[in-house]
């Protein structure tokens, strides 16, 4: 039982990075059954643990989500460097999508009869292509701004 976040850049984004107009997966348990070897690469080219892209999902915070969006590009072969990959999360659209237990999510046991909920994050501007089409979508009422007040050197 895991979360499965899809994720896809805004559309100022899309044109700047490789594929950035497609849907990307982050799969919690794809991440738990990485080699330590390859989650280790991942941290230090991050300087973040895989764990706080996890927690990310519930706290929305930027540096997880920034790696929440780099790792899942990553698993699905772009290749880029995290340092190079500064997209604008807070205009991205984001689903989160929680796993019931079989018990909870089938009648007989053997197949899934219905799609797990889904919980839109964020989602501004126009409706595009869906990662899953049971998905209704929702808009993130969070105010953003590219000012640079109260922004650090440091990297997000």
């Known amino acids: 039982m895991g979360t ?3 994720l896809k850049l805004c559309e100022e984004d899309a044109a700047a990075y490789e594929r ?11 991440i738990m059954n990485l080699r330590s070897s390859t989650l280790e690469a991942m ?3 991050m300087n973040l643990p895989v764990a706080a892209m996890v927690i990310a999902m519930n706290s929305k915070g930027t540096r997880g989500v920034r790696g929440m969006f780099w790792v ?3 698993l699905a072969g772009v290749a880029e460097r995290f340092a190079d990959f500064d997209p604008r999360w807070l205009k991205a659209q984001i689903r989160i999508q929680k796993e019931k237990p079989m018990e909870e999510s089938t009648v007989d046991g053997q197949g899934n009869d219905e799609a797990p909920p889904v919980t839109p994050i964020n989602e501004p501007g126009e409706e595009s292509s869906e990662p899953d089409p049971s998905v209704s979508p929702a808009v993130d009422s969070q105010p953003f701004s590219d000012s640079p007040e109260g922004s650090s050197s440091e990297t997000p």
């Open 4 to 6: 499965t976040a899809w």
């Open 43 to 45: 941290e230090i080219q």
């Open 72 to 74: 899942a590009r990553r």
């Open 20 to 30: 950035g107009d497609e849907w990307f997966r982050f799969d919690e348990e794809e």
